[in-house]
Antibody, heavy 120, light 107 residues
């Protein structure tokens, strides 16, 4: 049974870079039919799709974040990462990593989420 | 981007009630519609994929229907563990987008 676990980013200062990693266990990130996704949820609000990276390395980003965003794979470490630059208070949220299953066209495995607060 | 709306935004119900939540897309998404349940402090959990397919391990009291722009999630007989928020999501095009959610609480 595949499991995902986000790293702890905690507090990030405005204008700095938010970096998160999602460790994958119980399977390889290099195998299909999966892509590796980030979703966030501001406090008390709904879910926002951030983007994903295919097992091939191809990425798809939310246009609203694209200019500040990089999602990458670490194949030897069997993990994937999110980097969001020039953060503001609006980036404060719970960040989830998830597995997008291309057979289901849905996210069927999720990490437990990590809270990121942007504050000076 | 495709906009997703849900109704109602919240509802109060009792154990045993039949509950129906509606999701509408701003343009046709065929059957690329998923439903998630989220409990406080927890990650979302996939209930229904491709509009009407029950995810493995999800109780059969949950069902989904619809295609094109209009979709429904039905809980046939509400159980205590079903009080939660429910979100629809379209995966027809990127960026994938979620509905604003429907909170189901105790009447």
């Amino acid at each position: 049974q595949m499991q995902l676990q986000e790293s702890d980013s905690g507090l990030v200062k405005p204008s700095q870079t938010l970096s998160l990693t999602c460790a994958v266990s119980g399977g390889s990130i290099s195998s299909g039919p999966y892509s590796w996704t980030w979703v966030r949820q501001p406090p008390g609000k709904g879910l926002e799709w951030i983007g994903y990276i295919y097992h091939s390395g191809t990425t798809k980003y939310n246009p609203s974040l694209k200019s500040r965003l990089t999602i990458s794979l670490d194949r030897p470490g069997n993990r994937f990462s999110l980097e969001l630059r020039s953060v503001t208070a609006a980036d404060t949220a719970v960040y989830y990593c998830a597995r997008h299953n291309s057979y289901l066209y849905a996210m069927d495995v999720w990490g437990q989420g990590t809270t990121v607060i942007v504050s000076s | 981007d495709i906009q997703m709306t849900q109704s109602p935004s919240s509802l109060s119900a009792s154990v045993g009630d039949r509950v129906t939540i509606t999701c509408r897309a701003s343009q046709s998404i065929s059957s690329y519609l998923n439903w998630y349940q989220q409990k406080p402090g927890k990650a979302p959990n996939l209930l229904i994929y491709a509009a009407s397919h029950l995810q493995s391990g999800v109780p059969s009291r949950f069902s989904g229907s619809g295609s094109g722009t209009d979709f429904t999630l039905t809980i046939s007989s509400l159980r205590p563990e079903d009080f939660a928020a429910y979100y629809c999501q379209q995966t027809s095009t990127t960026p994938s987008t979620f509905g604003p959610g429907t909170k189901v609480d105790v009447k």
